[in-house]
Structures are given as structure tokens and as C-alpha cells.
């Protein structure tokens, strides 16, 4: 099989951390990572990620090169919110395309490119716990306990939603979410 990349993405805070997690050719168990018979992280000599922010403003291409490519996956590059021209980064779903090229005289002379989504949810998850510790259990009135136990449920099923590949839900609930929280992270 030809080789086909991957990319791992998660969120602390403010930035991103991606991994290239194509990992190294095995005949049994990763028959399109890097190495014989397909392409080695060394036959390239760029990498670009491009990334989609949740209103759908692209940002330019993020050279990512020569961290990645890697076999390595546990090699770590970092977005941060500046690099995408933001002081904070909102909630939401983000869209990254991660692009090798192969202009080294490899096995072919084509880009690799993957598209991945994230969820980015921190923000609203930070909101809904300052919310649950500033609850008095003693004092709170019903219906304030159950409109933090709603949102909790609620961004959960955002997750879910998202690691399902349902995008259109997630940004649904996270959108609500947001504009019922947005304020405190």
C-alpha cells in the first residue's frame, strides 16, 4: 500500500500540539507508514499545515518543516493562538490540512496531504467547572444546580458528537454552549 499520513492533534490552553503519527512501515501491522516500500520522511523537504478556525477564516500556511515529517511519533508541534493571529482560542471546531512534499526525487513526486477536525472545547469546559465551584450546594436554588449538570451533559455530548465525526452537531451544541457560558476561560 502507499504511504498515507496521519496527524494527531490535541489542545492544552492557548495552543495545539500535533504529531505525525504515520509512524514507520511494518509489513503486518502499518503497511502505509514511512519506509520501504513507500517514501521516508527524508525523500521530503516541506511541510505546511494550514488551519481553518471555527468562523471559517484560513490561516496561511504554517511551515512545519523539518519537524515534520517524522516517524517519530512522539515528536510534538506546537500552534500556539498567536501563530494564528488570535490572543485566546475560541471554542469550536478547527480544521487542519497537513501537506508533505515529496520534491526530493522519492518514490513519487506527489504531495501527501491529510484534512483533520478538532474539537476545541477547553474554554466551555473551564467555564461550566468555575460555575460548579461557585455553586452552593446548600443555598443554590434547584434550578441553578440542574442548568450546570445540563451544560456538563451538554459538552459531553458535544464530545461525543465529535468523535463520532458528527460535526454539524457538535458545533450546534458547542455554539449554544458558548453563547450560554462565554465569558469566563
Not at 24 to 31: S, W
Not at 40 to 59: C, E, L, R, Y
Not at 80 to 93: F, Q, S
Request: proline fraction near 4%; include cysteine.
Amino acid at each position: 500500500m502507499a504511504l498515507e499520513i496521519k496527524l494527531g492533534i490535541s489542545s492544552i490552553q492557548d495552543e495545539f500540539r500535533l504529531v505525525d503519527n504515520t509512524d514507520v512501515y511494518n509489513a503486518l501491522t502499518n503497511l502505509t507508514g514511512y519506509g520501504a516500500p513507500n517514501e521516508v520522511p527524508g525523500d521530503f523537504n516541506s511541510a505546511f499545515i494550514v488551519v481553518t478556525m471555527p468562523d471559517g477564516t484560513q490561516v496561511n500556511a504554517i511551515d512545519a518543516y523539518p519537524t515534520f515529517p517524522n516517524d517519530d511519533n512522539t515528536v510534538i508541534f506546537t500552534i500556539t493562538a498567536a501563530m494564528l493571529g488570535v490572543a485566546k482560542l475560541e471554542p469550536g471546531i478547527y480544521s487542519f490540512n497537513y501537506t508533505i512534499d515529496d520534491i526530493s526525487g522519492g518514490i513519487s513526486n506527489n504531495p501527501f496531504t491529510v484534512d483533520c477536525k478538532y474539537y476545541h472545547y477547553e474554554p466551555i469546559q473551564c467555564c461550566i467547572s468555575k460555575k460548579v465551584k461557585s455553586l452552593d450546594f446548600i443555598c443554590s436554588t434547584n434550578e441553578e444546580i440542574c442548568e450546570v449538570a445540563i451544560a456538563e451533559r451538554r459538552l459531553k455530548a458535544a464530545i461525543y458528537a465529535a468523535c463520532a465525526g458528527n460535526w454539524e452537531e457538535t458545533k450546534i451544541i458547542s455554539d449554544s454552549l458558548w453563547e450560554q457560558c462565554g465569558c469566563c476561560c
